[in-house]
C-alpha cells in the first residue's frame, strides 16, 4: 500500500536546537517528494521539493531535505530552529505514474520554545 | 497573486441540509484535488480533477460529490452531510501531474451537529 510515514509526531525543542524530522515512505515506483509547512490557521505552504538531481535539496528559510533512495527517506533539517518554526510540518509524495495524487504523512508538529 | 480561493473559511450546518464549498484558482492550472485533514490522519484526497469535466475518486470519497465545468473553479458538495464529515477542508491545484508543487487554499473549517 502507498502511505508516508512521519514517525515523530510531536517535537518540542528550545530555540537554536538543531531539527531533524523523519519521513519515510512505501511506494513501488518513482515518485517526487516535498516537505510542506502549516503555521496555527494558515494554510500548507512549500517548504523544499525533490524531483531529481542532487538528493540534498535545500529550500526556504533554511530547511533542507536529503532524499535517500535506499532507504525511501526524505528527512527534514534545520540546524538551528527559531520560535517562528513553531508549526506543523508534512512530509507527501508526488508519484509519477498513475493517478493524480499527493500522499501526505500525519504531520509532526514542532513546538519551539523561546 | 496567484492563489487558491475557498468559500467559507469557517461553515457550522445541521446533519442534512446541503452544502457546498467552493473553491477557485487563477493560476490556469490543469489539475485541482480536494483533501480533508483530520488530526492524526494528515490530509487524505477526496477527489481529483484532471481537467475540465475530467474527476474522479481519492482515496475517501464517500458523502461527497465534485464537478468540474470551469477550469477554475473546483466546488465540493456535501449533499447529506454528516457529522462524521466534520474537518478541516483544503482545495489544492498544480499545473502538472506530476513534479510540480501542489498550491493549497486557506482551508475551511466544517462542523456538522
Known amino acids: 500500500a502507498q502511505s508516508v510515514s512521519q514517525h515523530n509526531h510531536h517535537v518540542i525543542l528550545s530555540e537554536a536546537a538543531s531539527l531533524e524530522l523523519g519521513c519515510n515512505y512505501s511506494y513501488g515506483g518513482t515518485v517526487n517528494l516535498f516537505w510542506y509547512v502549516q503555521y496555527p490557521g494558515q494554510h500548507l505552504q512549500l517548504l523544499l521539493k525533490y524531483f531529481s538531481g542532487d538528493p540534498l535539496v535545500k529550500g526556504i528559510k533554511g530547511f533542507e531535505a536529503e532524499f535517500i533512495k535506499s532507504k525511501f527517506s526524505f528527512n527534514l533539517r534545520k540546524p538551528s530552529v527559531q520560535w517562528s518554526d513553531t508549526a506543523e510540518y508534512f512530509c507527501?509524495?508526488?508519484?509519477?505514474?498513475?493517478?493524480?495524487?499527493?500522499?501526505f504523512g500525519t504531520g509532526t508538529r514542532l513546538k519551539v520554545l523561546a | 497573486e496567484a492563489q487558491v480561493t475557498q468559500n467559507p473559511r469557517y461553515l457550522i450546518t445541521v446533519t442534512g441540509k446541503k452544502l457546498t464549498v467552493t473553491c477557485s484558482q487563477n493560476m490556469n492550472h490543469e489539475y485541482m484535488s480536494w483533501y480533508r485533514q483530520d488530526p492524526g490522519l494528515g490530509l487524505r484526497q477526496i477527489y481529483y480533477s484532471m481537467n475540465v469535466e475530467v474527476t474522479d475518486k481519492g482515496d475517501v470519497p464517500e458523502g461527497y460529490k465534485v464537478s468540474r465545468k470551469e477550469k477554475r473553479n473546483f466546488p465540493l458538495i456535501l449533499e447529506s452531510p454528516s457529522p462524521n464529515q466534520t474537518s478541516l477542508y483544503f482545495c489544492?491545484?498544480?499545473?502538472?501531474?506530476?513534479?510540480?508543487?501542489?498550491?493549497f487554499g486557506q482551508g475551511t473549517r466544517l462542523t456538522v451537529v
Open positions: 489544492a491545484s498544480s499545473l502538472y501531474r506530476t513534479a510540480t508543487e501542489a498550491f
Open positions: 507527501a509524495v508526488n508519484p509519477t505514474s498513475g493517478t493524480y495524487k499527493y500522499i
